[in-house]
């Protein structure tokens, strides 16, 4: 019968299964005891062409492949530029509007251009690349192919001959002017063209030639002049930016400004190349430790060691603290240490949760509902691992990230914007009666730190201590901050003209909306949490949650009243938060990124003057007291009630070393180092599979059958008597 | 019989421009083109400029259905509507919005959606036709009683709980097999018997419930009862008679399925991490990209129709006494 | 307060309406009435169908919904002219939010186990020593209502649960014998015969109606029930979620959203899957190919996407138009009733093909055939012949569709596209509750409430839509 033959075929499968081991070991067993570090990626990315990557999904691969003029160093506290493929970070010179050289001390008016200048490092080599293969006659191999021998070609590998060469300052314009690139569609161009001179006109003549081309053709960007981008040498660029802007250097960071060469821009457009994804999107071709070997975003990534990284060291110098931690150990070794970075992709948080702790991803993230299996705070508030975890040598990390969480008010709105006294009672009233403690410790199990203006820790014009509170919401008592009473907030918010939630004139009950996404403060209970909290003033919240581009729109059209939203820095400035607020960026008159629509002249004044200033050097204390001064303003005019700054919180296993938080520079994987035969051997003793319940079943099943053998042969009987 | 089969595929084509219309009018009520450039173009820093290229580049800057600035038949051809839909008769679906080949995803993706979805689907045949049989051997006994209550049950639970509470036990608690994931070739075993077992477990219920009524419905004919007085054993009887002749409603009602198991399970594969068209579709509609899901509708649309054509075809099969004209 | 009639609620109502004219009409039809009566004795039927009618009770008090009135004195000083015109809550409750109001107001910080006196998770509490310092200590912190009654004395909760479920079970024996006795005196009367004949042919299968499984049912129901709402007064019996609400309270609000969710979107598409499909099979020719191109061409497109994009297309239509709406739960019961119609769109067409089968062999009948020879308009024919014929496939589709709308409820809210995420449904539970797994230890009590409560409807559902089944149909009747 075939439900025998079927229950037979499972147990003795299953059976099969249970022999040995790490049965659930989710990679092929080849791999067991390789140099490779295994990670989860949730959000396939989208773009891996460096300008057009900008989200964090995408940044943990371009970082490892591409290589900017300069990056983050690894281990010291403020975040500290370094150079990585120059020989130095470029300080700028200043021109007036005449051409004539200005001290760095000149007043930001009086500069019309900023000058960069980037020398390269020589010998630098690319990735082997089949783009930079060429024939016995020196011309490229892969030029000019047609269809017939683009057949049998389905990925990278599947070109035979691959070749290198330098690295070289024309990548570096090449890449610059791939920025104006009409079909790319770079998410900084609009506001790179500001800044870059000919930048703008560039992309203009770009997008004549374009539309006279056919959709798919190649754009040769080397016959296209981009004034102000210049090669001095074989090694060295210049460019020159309108005005002054301190922040740029922080851009010469990010992939944006990584090298693309003109053969491989050319090598992927050739025709047929697009439709079997032979893109720079999806190969991206680089300097950097590592190359993308695999690509299916669907389920598995793979980078590969480059044989030709230009052998950068571990470094030397860290902060106090990382000695004891052992992160100096590797001081002076070559980089990177792994041979192969595998990221498979992890939807859903639980499997990815469960594969940590079974060791088969080597270092997580935590969901917050995983969370208090791994951390409990120990005495003192710091944060410490369950007993379980410590047992198996887990280690935690965390660093308070480069973010803002806010609840954002529509200064534009009658009920609850302007800056009238009023209203900005009413807003002081609801930032001290929203508790955001209580809302870290229930939602983000303590992932955070509550926020006492828009500027995270870590970021320059951040104050800790009592300096540092919002004196709107807080008080400082016995050492501590504490949230004030809500007697105050219901004082403020009488004063404001809502007694006990009712308009003093028509006793009209006090109804607020909030516009928010699902994702976001979307789901029921952090709905239900926020209803209670406006309750606490007899204010009533209705909630409306809508998909992303409903709520950006409404944004975008300032129907909101109260709207949810957070910012992760681009760079480590305090300029890259309170633009924020600037009332140039409004969102509905200018379409930028003040969402609140704040206008505040006073404060705008402040921002333009802190923008020019740098925080290193002389400057730097005026620049403090010119920030403390806005964020003071911002704290009493309350455009936003601060929500909390999250921290990220990394778990790592025993035998993934040299980890270090960093929530700016995104190059780390070449710093990691793994013990594989620890890891081997734990995992082997974590993944012991339990059997009994196979028995279990079985036996079930067995006697679930008994009955009908036993009522099959009684029948069979009697239909043979009867 | 030829001609027939000409004059379905022929009647495909409307239903297929009618599916279309509606994917259309549906998503761009919800979508504008502005807000798929938004969705694309991701959040920080996209400017107005931007938002004009990205929809002149993809071809989404022209009316929805019908030009009025256009002559002639161009009123209806230089449409979002045509350009983006008459390509699709063509299999040609064109790109995604992030610039990547539909028709080549959908290939990739083929093998893991039919990796789960078949074994699934022949192993839950095979067992709900057998437990099936078996209740319908001991009709109105208490071993029937109890089968029947055992589906109902079986039935009344969620198919989320019996995914959960599989994979909680299986992979989390006895690990015997990873959590999640997928991998191609020998390896793939290994992932697949999970969902596979749970995509059985799910279906027993109510298939065994259908299979029951039809068997015996057949056993009450009069053919079965002069099979029994031939003195025929019941378990040959079941077998050589009632189990033949039952198969047929049996088949009719399941080859409709068949063509549709390409398209994968969208919630299985999405538990178990599995990149089949599935989880594609659903990654589509929350990236709101419009390429994909039309690709998708069209697609699933196309098997449907060829599932109803498979299905009057083996109505011929079985019953010689119908005739199409 | 001020009542409020949400969509939903006047569509429940005019179902519960419907139901009793079509009990009034199946009185007068001898067939119908013949296989209700068929359906009375089914046991397993009937059971469920007691169970089911308490989840309606508690959907129905569930329908009635009102704003209550703010407190006045709020705005003391000012406003006194306007003292008069009363001022409503945007919150609009339900009876049975009425009913619950200590469930639901009752709630704590956070998680707590079935009938815990102390929170799941340790939390940090400064206690400040005799020495003046501030000191953190991690524990358990107490609840501040589950078991708040037994003051300091938390030991004695075991004993305080059992003697309370010691008197809930001789309620429950006292309320049964009671409506036992009761049933037995109807009967007798009924009857004629002494009360020990009638007690005898209630436990001997010799009525009627299926008596000794209702009262059966109502026993475990009685022995269910009391217990629960006994404890529940002062505890939280199955726990309290993420953000400290009682488990029961949300369990007991999902049964309105199921409910509505199966038989609300059974109504919407019967009358156009009537309509259709008997006319495509009684005029055939254009118009049947027309109804047939419809849907075919609907049920071609794959099911998930379909509501999915309509999902989204009501709640741009819902975010446009925030002036429709007074409350959000207005908001929430028109996407609810948005679902019902898409779910119904997607699902009528099965049910339309069946009837246009149908009516496609009835017309073929000799005395309908007569009937049209002798010139009787079509649309009496429909009416006095079709119809009336066809009223079994109708009621087997609507209780088959139920137990799988529920489901498909708890599908849906999971990918995203289901009821709105303020509103309770098992849906939206199994999904908060699904995360909860991973928590060590395990927060189970969500899923395993919303899991029991859930598969007692589904169960009941299936085994009541069985017994109709079975009593309706006219190829089973006689076989089997």
């Known amino acids: 019968m075939p439900f025998f033959r079927f229950t037979f075929l499972v147990s003795l499968l299953l059976l099969l299964t249970a022999c040995g081991s790490e049965q659930n070991d989710p990679y092929p067993r080849a791999e067991r005891g390789q140099n490779i570090l295994y990670s989860a990626f949730t959000e396939r990315p989208k773009h891996l062409d460096p300008v057009q990557s900008y989200t964090e999904d995408e940044i943990t691969f371009t970082a490892q492949i591409y290589e900017p003029p300069l990056q983050y160093h690894y281990l010291k506290r403020p975040y500290t530029l370094i150079p990585l493929t120059s020989d130095a970070v470029p300080t700028p010179r200043y021109y007036d509007d005449r051409g004539r050289e200005l001290p760095a001390t000149a007043p930001a008016e009086a500069i019309a251009h900023s000058v960069y200048e980037i020398r390269l490092r020589p010998g630098i080599r690319y990735q082997p690349h089949p783009a930079f293969a060429s024939d016995a006659a020196g011309q490229p191999l892969y030029r000019n192919l047609d269809r017939e021998q683009l057949r049998g070609i389905e990925k990278i590998a599947d070109f035979r001959a691959t070749a290198s060469r330098e690295l070289v300052a024309d990548d570096y314009i090449y890449e610059i002017k791939r920025l104006a690139h009409p079909r790319l569609h770079s998410p900084i161009f609009g506001m790179m063209a500001e800044r870059i001179v000919g930048l703008r006109e560039l992309g203009a003549a770009l997008q004549t030639e374009a539309k006279r081309l056919p959709a798919d053709a190649w754009i040769d960007l080397d016959r296209f002049a981009l004034s102000g981008v210049t090669r001095v040498d074989r090694h060295t660029y210049r460019i020159t930016l309108r005005g002054k802007y301190p922040q740029f250097v922080y851009w010469l960071a990010m992939p944006f400004f990584a090298p693309v060469p003109r053969e491989v821009d050319r090598f992927y457009h050739q025709p047929g190349m697009a439709a079997k994804n032979l893109t720079l999107d999806w190969y991206p071709v680089g300097t950097g430790p590592f190359m993308l070997t695999q690509n299916n975003p669907n389920s598995r990534m793979v980078l590969e060691r480059n044989p030709n990284f230009h052998g950068e060291t571990y470094p030397c110098l860290g902060d106090p603290e990382d000695q004891a931690d052992g992160l100096l150990a590797d001081c002076g070794k070559t980089l990177p240490f792994i041979d192969q970075a595998v990221f498979s992709r992890e939807k859903e948080s639980i499997p990815y949760w469960n594969k940590f702790l079974q060791g088969y991803y080597d270092a997580s993230g935590i969901s917050s509902d995983s969370f208090d299996q791994a951390v409990r705070l120990g005495v003192g508030g710091d944060v410490q691992l369950s007993d379980e975890m410590r047992g198996k040598g887990i280690r935690l990390l965390t660093s308070v990230r480069a973010s803002i969480f806010y609840m954002g008010f529509n200064m534009l709105d009658p009920v609850v914007g302007s800056l009238a006294e009023a209203q900005t009672k009413l807003r002081q009233a609801l930032s001290i009666a929203i508790d955001q403690e209580e809302f870290i410790s229930i939602f983000m199990n303590g992932r955070g730190i509550a926020a006492h203006g828009p500027l995270p820790p870590g970021i320059f014009g951040y104050v800790e201590g009592e300096a540092g509170i919002n004196p709107v919401v807080y008080d400082w008592v016995d050492g501590q901050v504490r949230r004030k009473p809500l007697e105050v907030a219901k004082k403020l918010l009488t004063e404001a003209g809502w007694p006990n939630g009712r308009q003093a004139s028509t006793g009209e009950p006090l109804v607020l909306n909030l516009d928010t996404t699902g994702g976001g403060m979307g789901d029921k209970s952090r709905l239900d949490w926020l209803t209670r909290q406006f309750a606490k003033l007899d204010i009533q919240l209705v909630v409306r949650s809508t998909d992303f581009n409903r709520f950006q729109e409404k944004v975008r059209k300032g129907a909101v009243q109260l709207y949810y939203l957070g910012w992760n820095a681009d760079y480590p400035d305090p300029e890259n938060f309170l633009f924020l607020l600037a009332s140039r960026e409004g969102k509905v008159a200018k379409g930028g990124e003040n969402a609140s629509n704040y206008a505040n002249p006073a404060f705008d004044q402040l921002f333009e003057r802190m923008k020019n200033l740098e925080s290193e050097g002389p400057r730097g204390v005026e620049r403090l007291a010119i920030i403390r001064q806005a964020v003071a303003l911002l704290q009493h005019d309350a455009p936003w009630i601060y929500g909390f700054h999250p921290t990220s919180y990394t778990l790592s296993h025993v035998w993934l070393k040299n980890r270090k938080p960093t929530e700016v520079g995104h190059n780390t994987l070449k710093y990691q180092r793994i013990d594989v035969a620890e890891r081997q051997r734990l995992r082997q003793e974590w993944n012991r599979p339990v059997l009994w319940p196979l028995a279990a079943i079985a036996v079930l099943l067995l006697a679930m059958l008994l009955p009908a053998a036993l009522g099959y042969r009684r029948r069979e009987r009697s239909t043979a008597r009867g | ?325 | 307060m001020a009542p409020v009639v949400l969509w939903s609620d006047a569509l429940i109502w005019l179902l519960v309406l419907a139901a009793s004219v079509l009990g009034w009409l199946s009185r007068r039809n001898p067939l119908l009435r013949a296989a209700w009566q068929r359906v009375g004795r089914n046991r397993a039927g009937m059971a469920s169908a007691t169970v089911l009618l308490v989840f309606v009770c508690i959907g129905l008090l569930d329908s009635l919904h009102y704003r209550p009135r703010l407190e006045e004195g709020a705005g003391r000083g000012a406003g006194s002219s306007n003292e008069k015109t009363a001022v409503y809550s945007v919150e609009v409750l339900s009876l049975l939010d009425f009913l619950l109001t200590p469930l639901r107001t009752r709630t704590e910080k956070t998680y707590s186990e079935p009938l815990a006196t102390r929170a799941h998770a340790k939390e940090s509490i400064k206690v400040r020593d005799a020495d003046g310092q501030l000191r953190q200590s991690r524990e358990y912190p107490r609840l501040k209502h589950g078991g708040a009654h037994l003051g300091a004395d938390e030991a004695g909760r075991d004993a305080d649960v059992a003697a309370r479920l010691l008197r809930a079970l001789g309620l429950a024996m006292l309320v049964w014998s009671a409506l036992a006795a009761a049933t037995a005196a109807l009967l007798a009367r009924r009857q004629n015969c002494s009360h020990r004949q009638a007690w005898r042919r209630i436990w001997h299968k010799e009525s009627d109606l299926a008596c000794n499984a209702v009262l059966a049912t109502i026993a475990v129901l009685l022995l269910c029930g009391l217990p629960l709402a006994m404890l529940a007064t002062d505890y939280h019996v199955f726990g309290t979620d993420k953000v400290g609400q009682d488990v029961l309270y949300q369990v007991l609000k999902s049964v309105r959203t199921a409910l509505v969710i199966g038989l609300v979107t059974t109504l919407v598409m019967l009358p156009v899957a009537i309509f259709l499909g008997v006319v495509a099979g009684y005029f055939r020719g254009w118009v049947d190919d027309l109804i047939q191109y419809l849907y075919t061409t609907l049920s071609s497109i794959p099911g998930v996407l379909l509501i999915a994009a309509a999902v989204l297309m009501m709640q741009v239509l819902i975010d446009t138009h925030p002036q429709w709406f007074a409350t959000a739960a207005e908001r929430a019961d028109l996407r609810l009733l948005a679902l019902c119609f898409i779910l119904g769109v997607t699902s009528w067409t099965g049910l339309c093909r069946l009837l246009r089968g149908e009516t496609l062999k009835l017309r073929e009948l000799e005395y309908i055939q007569a009937a049209q020879a002798f010139g009787v308009s079509d649309l009496r024919i429909i009416a006095r012949h079709i119809l009336p014929n066809l009223m079994h496939i109708v009621i087997i589709a609507l209780v088959m569709d139920f137990s799988s709308l529920v489901l498909a409820e708890a599908v849906l809210s999971y990918v995203g596209i289901g009821v709105d995420p303020t509103m309770i449904s098992f849906g939206t539970m199994i999904n908060n509750a699904r995360l909860e797994l991973a928590r060590e230890p395990m927060v189970w009590w969500s899923l395993a409430a919303a899991f029991v409560f859930m598969f007692t409807l589904v169960l009941a559902a299936n085994l009541l839509a069985d017994a109709v089944r079975d009593a309706f149909d006219p190829r089973l009747t006689g076989s089997a």
């Open chain 2, 1 to 325: 019989m030829l001609a027939y089969l000409i004059r379905r595929l022929l009647y495909a084509v409307p239903i297929l421009i009618g599916v279309n219309l509606i994917t259309f009018a549906l998503f761009f009520v919800v979508n504008t083109p502005d807000d798929m450039a938004r969705m694309q173009l991701g959040v920080k820093r996209v400017t107005p400029e931007a938002i004009e290229r990205w929809k002149a580049e993809r071809g989404y800057d022209k009316p929805l259905f019908i030009n009025p600035a256009a002559t002639g038949s161009a009123v209806f051809t230089d449409t979002i509507f045509f350009a983006k839909s008459a390509r699709m008769f063509a299999a040609d679906f064109g790109r995604a919005e992030d610039g990547r080949d539909i028709a080549r995803e959908i290939v990739s993706r083929m093998g893991p959606s039919l990796a789960i979805a078949l074994p699934t689907f022949i192993l839950g045949l095979l067992v709900t036709v057998s437990f099936a049989l078996l209740l319908t051997f001991f009709r109105a006994s208490y071993l029937d009683f109890w089968g029947v209550v055992l589906c109902v049950a079986m039935m009344s639970i969620s198919g989320l709980f019996y995914i959960i509470g599989g994979q909680y036990l299986v992979s989390k608690i006895w690990r015997l097999v990873p959590i999640s994931g997928y991998g191609g070739g020998l390896d793939a075993w290994k992932f697949l018997i999970l969902p596979v077992l749970i995509g059985v477990l799910s279906g027993i219920g109510s298939s065994t419930r259908w299979y029951r009524t039809i068997f015996l419905e057949e056993i009450a004919k009069d053919y079965v009862r002069t099979a029994r007085a031939k003195g025929l054993a019941e378990a040959a009887v079941l077998f050589r008679h009632v189990l033949q002749n039952a198969l047929i409603p049996i088949l009719t009602g399941v080859v409709v399925v068949i063509p549709l198991l390409f398209m994968g399970s969208l919630l299985t594969e999405s538990f178990f991490g599995i990149p089949g068209l599935g989880s594609y579709t659903i990654d589509a509609i929350n990236a709101q990209d419009f390429a994909v899901v039309r690709a998708m509708v069209f697609i699933g649309s196309v098997l449907y129709i060829v599932g109803l054509i498979l299905t009057d075809l083996s109505y011929t099969l079985v019953d010689p006494r119908i005739r199409f004209h």
